[in-house]
């Protein structure tokens, strides 16, 4: 039987988890975590591939563009067949939706974003349907701003958006309030008139609404009962409900890992929240890798190990100033030499630190001048470089991609 073991639970990391256990249903798969709060931040979709260096023209459908990225791209070297691959396992383990073509959906800031798998929240407020759509911005929270957003749209695209502003009909003691709102709504509690709390809101929404065919909302449409809510919001306002995605916290994102780990649970990965500090190693081989626990140290020990703890941001790679690297196994980060030269001058130019990370061979194996560092180290999502994350719009889809190729080729090696 053979012991992976997976140092890191984004999306890449459960994606490993995932494949590995299918590849291999015996495999002994364990998927260390040391706080998968970083979801917050998601999306909740799965941004596949927005556009290609050096190429003005948006892309339509992602995996026929596989073929015009550089050399380097984790897509490219994964193929064009390990790509479809993947995502038809996305389409398994995620109740998303989506075709073969990007959707474009609404952004906060009344941008549109293209993006490949999105879940049913998301539909009704795609911009490829041309009907008019409403949007409801909440006092006390800055997230959005919906007549401005509504503005933007309505000036890009062919059919009307408006907007309106209502005060949510119940306080939140927190500060953003949205998972307090999304919690009264999964609660369906009593405002004080005595009025369930999604009538309230719908109450509110309602004179506001002229021919809308939908309504967009901030994404606090409950969490246990999300489906609920969203349909008796449909059914009260007489229009499609849908959710834009916003900065944290984003109940998209939590709600996708709630998901995932379901899926991880059913899967019967074993799940431990432990922060890695370090590894041992016998000659080209990773052994273990040594866990500080809530309140123990230990060694795990594995047959083959997937790197997948993140970018900067996750505390997967680790810039002291002068240098940047991986701090677990130690493998060669590539970047920069000067410190001036990781960022650009405007805050949307083509930043260096976008393509930090580590080279890895076609096999995903983190590499030194091509070689393998270890024969047994596999990598996956935004600790590899040779992509750049914001400028191609590819960020959740490299995580499945290289999570699902990494986890397949522990196995299988
Ligand atoms: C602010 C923000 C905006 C985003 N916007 C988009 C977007 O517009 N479109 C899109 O598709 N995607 C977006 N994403 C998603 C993101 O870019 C990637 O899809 C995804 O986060 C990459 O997943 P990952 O698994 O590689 O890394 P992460 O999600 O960063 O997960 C790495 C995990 O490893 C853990 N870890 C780190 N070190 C250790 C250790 N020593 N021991 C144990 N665990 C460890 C971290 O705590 C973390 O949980 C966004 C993410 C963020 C944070």
Same mark, same amino acid.
């Given at each position: ?5 997976v140092v890191g639970?984004g999306?890449g990391g459960?994606?490993a ?36 260096p ?12 596989i073929?015009?990225l550089p050399a380097e791209h984790p897509y490219k070297l994964v193929g064009?067949?390990g790509v ?26 009344? %941008? =549109? /974003? ?6 049913? $929240? @998301?539909? &009704?407020?795609? +911009?490829?349907?041309? #009907? ?120 998209? %994102? =939590? /709600? ?6 379901? $899926? @991880?649970? &059913?899967?019967? +990965?074993?799940?431990? #929240? ?5 590894c041992?190693t016998?000659?080209g081989s990773i ?17 083959a190990f997937v790197l997948a703890t993140g970018g900067v941001a996750a505390g997967g790679l680790v810039g002291t100033?002068t240098e940047v690297i991986e701090p677990i196994f130690d493998c060669p980060v590539d970047y920069p030499d000067t410190h001036?030269e990781w ?7 083509d930043h260096a630190f976008a393509r930090f990370g580590v080279d890895v061979t076609p096999s995903l194996k983190p590499s030194v001048d091509g070689d393998p560092v270890f024969e047994n180290l596999f990598s996956a999502g935004s600790v590899l470089g040779g992509y750049n994350f914001v400028e191609e719009?590819a960020r959740?889809g490299v995580a499945?991609v290289t999570g699902y190729e990494a986890g397949r080729r522990a +196995?299988?090696r």
């Amino acid at each position: 039987m053979s012991r992976v073991v997976v140092v890191g639970a984004g999306i890449g990391g459960c994606f490993a988890a995932l494949s590995a256990k299918n590849t291999d249903p015996d495999a002994d798969v364990h998927l260390l975590a040391v706080k998968p709060d970083r979801y917050r931040y998601e999306p909740g979709t799965v941004d596949v591939l927005g556009s290609v260096p050096d190429e003005e023209k948006p892309v339509v459908r992602p995996t026929e563009r596989i073929g015009a990225l550089p050399a380097e791209h984790p897509y490219k070297l994964v193929g064009e067949e390990g790509v479809n691959r993947a995502l038809d396992y996305l389409d398994d383990v995620l109740r998303y939706r989506g075709t073969d073509r990007n959707a474009l959906a609404p952004t906060v800031t009344g %941008g =549109i /974003r293209p993006t490949y798998r999105y879940p049913a $929240a @998301v539909a &009704a407020g795609l +911009v490829s349907s041309q #009907r008019p759509m409403h949007i409801v911005g909440l006092e006390s929270v800055t997230h959005l701003d919906a007549e401005l957003a509504a503005e933007r749209l309505d000036s890009a695209l062919p059919f009307d958006v408006n907007a309106s502003t209502v005060e949510f009909p119940v306080d939140s003691p927190e500060t953003p309030p949205l998972e307090g709102f999304a919690q009264t709504l999964d609660e369906n509690s009593d405002t004080t008139e005595g009025t369930p709390v999604r009538e309230a809101l719908a109450r509110r929404v309602r004179p506001a609404l002229d021919i809308e065919a939908r309504v967009g909302f901030l994404p606090v449409l409950g969490l246990a009962a999300h489906d609920e809510i969203r349909t008796e919001l449909e059914s009260r306002l007489q229009a499609d409900v849908f959710e834009i995605p916003v900065g944290e916290p984003n109940l998209l %994102g =939590i /709600r996708l890992r709630e998901q995932l780990f379901d $899926a @991880v649970e &059913a899967a019967g +990965v074993e799940l431990t #929240r432990a922060s890695v500090t370090d590894c041992s190693t016998v000659g080209g081989s990773i052994r273990s890798v040594s866990v500080d626990g809530a309140d123990s140290q230990r060694t795990i020990e594995g047959d083959a190990f997937v790197l997948a703890t993140g970018g900067v941001a996750a505390g997967g790679l680790v810039g002291t100033g002068t240098e940047v690297i991986e701090p677990i196994f130690d493998c060669p980060v590539d970047y920069p030499d000067t410190h001036r030269e990781w960022a650009a001058e405007g805050p949307l130019d083509d930043h260096a630190f976008a393509r930090f990370g580590v080279d890895v061979t076609p096999s995903l194996k983190p590499s030194v001048d091509g070689d393998p560092v270890f024969e047994n180290l596999f990598s996956a999502g935004s600790v590899l470089g040779g992509y750049n994350f914001v400028e191609e719009g590819a960020r959740t889809g490299v995580a499945v991609v290289t999570g699902y190729e990494a986890g397949r080729r522990a +196995v299988d090696r």
